[in-house]
């Protein structure tokens, strides 16, 4: 992963619409399902998707913040203000934790890896959520952990996704690098 | 005299353009204070907060806002965290995990009425004064692309079924198609989603955007009616 900071206007463009998309699809998801955590699956998906066709760093937070920025705008989280917090947070994650990568690794399991770590800052915001209203420390730790599990079981799963889209989009020459 | 009464007609617009950015970031300004009051406040104080949020409630429901999404979020809440504390703390600690959730509650119903209340695009300019102007630029455009995205969606989705792709409503209740979906869907918007990306960006970059120093923003007519 290159650290060029300044995205053209292309691939910030493109960022905005995996952003928008992920909100768009998290909403009717919540519709349809009603699942907690499920959102983890599209996130992991999209922040990965940016990640994957950029390769840069700062992407994924990027697509987070934007994300959070048109959720706030569009009521999709009922949450205001802390909607922006629920989007930012995984994706700042796992761009510190791609830093941490060796790129030498697997593209499969780097993938989950990210996947993970996005899920366990995302259960981390509930967490303080609920610290900051007052909850009690066992049941903020109690549903910490159950937030953990549910999102990391549906993170995983966008992100073993991840690798054989990048493939078949490297494949129809959409994308300008030689290696993942 | 042509002149002056247009010079009077564009200085009427533009206070009017400039009272509704300004009415937007009040309103912005006002969620953030109120969200962060419903967790920092002492708990005798909630009460006149909850009266506050209930002006709220009812402004966006007479704009006909639906409240249904936050209530069950708060119903969902209450069920999940009176169990836990029913089950750790015992009968005499419920009233305080009631009141948790009542801070939740009262931190998400300002998000929801500004959702309610303030237009995207206004939300874009006002957020235009924090974001770097390209940034603020794709949040518009995105925002702006939406329907277009979602009538690709279903175009593409309306395709793949024809195509005999295992993706319809019944056949996704099999956990074995759920793959066929990412493939069949998602990935023909991905790659949609950089043609246009980049269609954009040509388009964008003719007409000279990111070169003026100091961007306009558009305002819709229709903003006047309503």
């Given amino acids: 992963m290159t650290k060029k900071i300044p995205l053209s206007l292309q691939d910030s463009l493109f960022v905005g619409f995996c952003?928008?998309?992920l909100v768009a699809l998290t909403g009717m998801l919540r519709l349809k399902l009603g699942l907690s955590g499920h959102s983890m699956f599209l996130m992991s998906f999209f922040y990965l998707i940016c990640y994957g066709v950029l390769g840069r760093f700062g992407s994924m937070t990027a697509c987070g913040v934007?994300?959070?920025?048109?959720?706030?705008a569009l009521g999709v989280g009922k949450g205001g203000p802390m909607i922006l917090l629920k989007f930012a947070l995984p994706a700042i994650a796992m761009d510190?934790?791609?830093l941490l990568l060796p790129l030498s690794m697997n593209l499969h399991w780097r993938c989950v890896i990210l996947g993970i770590a996005g899920c366990i800052a995302w259960a981390g915001k509930v967490a303080l959520t609920n610290v900051l209203a007052g909850m009690a420390l066992d049941v903020v730790l109690i549903q910490w952990g159950l937030s953990v599990l549910k999102g990391g079981f549906f993170a995983t799963l966008g992100a073993w996704l991840v690798p054989p889209v990048l493939t078949r989009l490297k494949a129809h020459d959409l994308l300008h690098r030689d290696k993942f | 005299m042509w002149a002056s009464c247009r010079r009077l007609r564009a200085l009427r617009h533009w206070s009017y353009e400039r009272r509704?950015?300004?009415?937007?970031a009040l309103s912005l300004l006002l969620v953030c204070v109120l969200s962060a009051c419903a967790f920092v406040l002492p708990t005798y104080l909630l009460l006149p907060l909850a009266g506050l949020n209930g002006l709220l409630v009812i402004h966006g429901l007479l704009r006909r806002g639906?409240?249904?999404g936050v209530l069950k979020l708060g119903l969902v809440q209450l069920s999940i965290t009176l169990s836990l504390y029913l089950i750790l703390y015992g009968v005499e600690h419920l009233a305080q995990g009631a009141v948790v959730v009542a801070r939740i509650i009262l931190a998400t119903i300002p998000g929801w009425w500004l959702c309610i209340t303030a237009a995207p695009e206004r939300i874009g300019e006002v957020l235009s004064a924090f974001l770097p102007t390209k940034w603020a630029f794709v949040v518009a455009a995105s925002l702006s692309l939406l329907p277009y995205m979602a009538d690709e969606i279903r175009e593409i989705y309306q395709i793949?079924?024809?195509?005999g792709a295992r993706i319809t409503p019944k056949a996704l209740r099999n956990p074995k198609n759920w793959s066929e979906l990412v493939y069949c869907v998602l990935?023909?918007?991905?790659i949609q989603l950089l043609k246009l990306s980049r269609q954009m960006a040509v388009a964008a970059q003719s007409r000279h955007f990111g070169i003026a120093q100091r961007p306009t923003h558009w305002h819709s007519p229709r903003d006047k009616n309503d």
Avoid: D, H, K, Y
């Fill in chain 2, 160 to 163: 793949q079924c024809l195509r």
């Fill in chain 2, 187 to 190: 990935f023909p918007v991905l």
């Fill in chain 1, 96 to 98: 510190l934790v791609a």
């Fill in chain 1, 66 to 72: 934007i994300a959070g920025i048109v959720a706030m």
């Fill in chain 2, 66 to 68: 639906s409240i249904w």
């Fill in chain 2, 20 to 24: 509704e950015t300004a009415l937007c």
């Fill in chain 1, 19 to 21: 952003a928008t998309l």
